[in-house]
């Protein structure tokens, strides 16, 4: 389904769309991770992974190849179309989570994600946006 704003009234900007209703989404179980790994497309689509790496040790979270990305994607995700992911880390004391990159996959912004404290959230935004043929871009977004 493609909703498209209202008139542009000459401003040039499309109009907006308003939901008046909860917008209800189905979650899978979020991917759990306890090592450093590659993550897979399907696992980002899930939209949730959490990380407990444990031992006070940090984890790498690669991202997969901008080529698998795109393979898991609908056919008609475009350049310009992105998705949103969260990583959740719940491991303890200083054991960082950080995002890494992959063959045609690069991150914008802090890739890092602390654990909870008081100065730190423990969760990371992600957006993974297509800027061309198999080819993405992950901005830090929160």
Do not use: W
Request: aromatic residues 4%; proline residues 2%; neutral net charge.
């Amino acid at each position: 389904v493609v909703l498209t704003g209202g008139a542009k009234h000459g401003t040039g900007i499309a109009g907006g769309v308003r939901a008046e209703s909860i917008l209800i989404q189905q979650q899978a179980a979020p991917t759990a991770k306890t090592v450093s790994a590659t993550l897979t497309a399907a696992e980002l689509l899930a939209r949730i992974i959490t990380v407990t790496q444990g031992a006070g040790a940090n984890s790498a979270q690669q991202m997969p190849t901008g080529t698998d990305l795109q393979a898991a994607l609908p056919v008609d995700f475009a350049v310009g179309d992105s998705f949103d992911f969260s990583i959740i880390n719940l491991g303890g004391a200083l054991e960082t989570a950080t995002l890494t990159v992959n063959t045609d996959v690069t991150i914008v912004g802090r890739a890092i994600v602390d654990v909870a404290a008081a100065t730190a959230s423990g969760s990371g935004r992600f957006r993974c946006r297509k800027t061309a043929d198999h080819v993405f871009v992950v901005y830090r977004i929160g």
